[in-house]
């Protein structure tokens, strides 16, 4: 009897009888099952705001500069020309003049996870910036 008990002592220690992984079910593999995929959603969906954000900033910067440069009394062409150059891609570029007031706008739909994923819809980006034209 006292051989029986010890060889039984000593597979509970090796890991072998009862303990916390016989305890769990499955449970942890589980919970990562879940929660690796929301975790990949959360991740997708930051990097989509931060493409969108960068979207954004070339806007408002593309805006600033066509307006500058029609304030400098370059041509709204070459305004459109320097505008196209910083915003993003497919960007559409307006210049309006009143009086000696420019605005400038910069509108762009971009796609955060690339034209290919329809999952996501594309994200529309726009800026706006307004200028006096220098000299007489």
Partial sequence: MKHSSSNQQSR???GGGPGPRAADGGYAT???AVALPALLV???LSVGVVVSVGAQLRCVD???VAARVVARGDSDAAAQ???ERVAPRGALVQVRHHGKEVDVTVSAD???FGAGVRLF???HVSAHAATEVEGP
Wanted: charged fraction near 25%.
């Fill in 62 to 64: 593309a805006a600033r």
């Fill in 42 to 44: 959360v991740l997708a």
């Fill in 121 to 123: 819809p594309a994200v």
């Fill in 110 to 112: 971009t796609k955060p």
């Fill in 81 to 83: 020309r320097a505008a």
């Fill in 30 to 32: 589980a919970e990562a």
């Fill in 12 to 14: 509970s220690d090796c």
